[in-house]
């Protein structure tokens, strides 16, 4: 078996999480994206891990790559643990999740260009695999403000997911974004969230997913609320 990790054909991958919380609980006080000395840190930290794994490639000569993580499970876990073992710790064991990897915190409001050139530093550092994305309202109406911003992504980041609200009510006939709460999500129409009578979709941990039908844990539920709009109403900003 592991012959197949040999010669670059396969990869045995570093994951992390919580470059947000770890700067955070390092440095305290500014927030990372305000300054330009936590972010140099947080790049170095990723560096490191890469340096890493670059030496374990070279004295085994198996594929060894880091992997930014985004994190379904353990960003719940990871912080019930550290929030057993140290208590509940502002900025970072507080929310009840990490956030995953690199990712800008999810409640930092920047419009998707900013947030993209907070995180471009990193992609090149994960040659284990890694996600950039941004959270846009409707815009249907402004469909050009969505191609800018895919034409600025392909000229920065190599991978790049937008996630927009197509979340549909069988009862009443809504489509849009639903309410997200700590319980789950609600048709803000009719206040329907039944199960079976509504289709949510969601990206999380880089993929889309139907919340309604597999619920998020409570600590990727909270992330999901938190996650504020990179664009307002259609318009940057």
């Given at each position: 078996?592991?012959?197949?990790f040999k010669n670059g054909r396969a990869s045995i991958s570093l994951g992390y999480i919580g470059i947000h919380e770890t700067i955070n609980a390092l440095f305290g006080g500014e927030h990372?994206?305000?300054s330009e000395q936590l972010r140099a840190k947080g790049i170095a930290i990723v560096e490191r891990l890469r340096q890493a794994v670059d030496q374990w490639k070279d004295e085994t000569g198996y594929g060894f790559s880091l992997y930014s993580t985004p994190?379904?499970?353990l960003c719940?876990?990871?912080c019930r643990l550290d929030t057993a073992e140290f208590g509940v710790v502002p900025g970072v064991t507080d929310k009840g999740y990490y956030t995953n990897s690199f990712h800008l915190d999810v409640e930092k409001k920047v419009n998707p260009y900013d947030k993209i050139d907070f995180e471009a530093p990193y992609p090149p550092l994960?040659?284990?695999g890694f996600i950039c994305y941004g959270e846009y309202p409707n815009i249907q109406h402004n469909l050009k403000a969505l191609e800018d911003v895919w034409d600025y992504s392909y000229q920065h980041v190599p991978y790049y997911g937008t996630n927009t609200p197509i979340d549909e009510c069988y009862e009443?006939?809504?489509t849009g974004e639903f309410?997200?709460?700590s319980k789950g999500f609600t048709c803000p129409k009719c206040g329907n969230h039944d199960a079976a009578r509504v289709s949510v979709t969601r990206r999380v941990c880089g993929y889309l997913g139907s919340p309604d039908a597999r619920p998020f844990n409570a600590g990727k539920q909270e992330e999901v609320k938190r996650r504020v709009k990179h664009l307002g109403?259609?318009?940057i900003g």
């Amino acid at each position: 078996m592991s012959e197949i990790f040999k010669n670059g054909r396969a990869s045995i991958s570093l994951g992390y999480i919580g470059i947000h919380e770890t700067i955070n609980a390092l440095f305290g006080g500014e927030h990372l994206y305000d300054s330009e000395q936590l972010r140099a840190k947080g790049i170095a930290i990723v560096e490191r891990l890469r340096q890493a794994v670059d030496q374990w490639k070279d004295e085994t000569g198996y594929g060894f790559s880091l992997y930014s993580t985004p994190s379904e499970n353990l960003c719940d876990r990871f912080c019930r643990l550290d929030t057993a073992e140290f208590g509940v710790v502002p900025g970072v064991t507080d929310k009840g999740y990490y956030t995953n990897s690199f990712h800008l915190d999810v409640e930092k409001k920047v419009n998707p260009y900013d947030k993209i050139d907070f995180e471009a530093p990193y992609p090149p550092l994960a040659n284990g695999g890694f996600i950039c994305y941004g959270e846009y309202p409707n815009i249907q109406h402004n469909l050009k403000a969505l191609e800018d911003v895919w034409d600025y992504s392909y000229q920065h980041v190599p991978y790049y997911g937008t996630n927009t609200p197509i979340d549909e009510c069988y009862e009443c006939g809504f489509t849009g974004e639903f309410e997200c709460t700590s319980k789950g999500f609600t048709c803000p129409k009719c206040g329907n969230h039944d199960a079976a009578r509504v289709s949510v979709t969601r990206r999380v941990c880089g993929y889309l997913g139907s919340p309604d039908a597999r619920p998020f844990n409570a600590g990727k539920q909270e992330e999901v609320k938190r996650r504020v709009k990179h664009l307002g109403n259609g318009q940057i900003g």
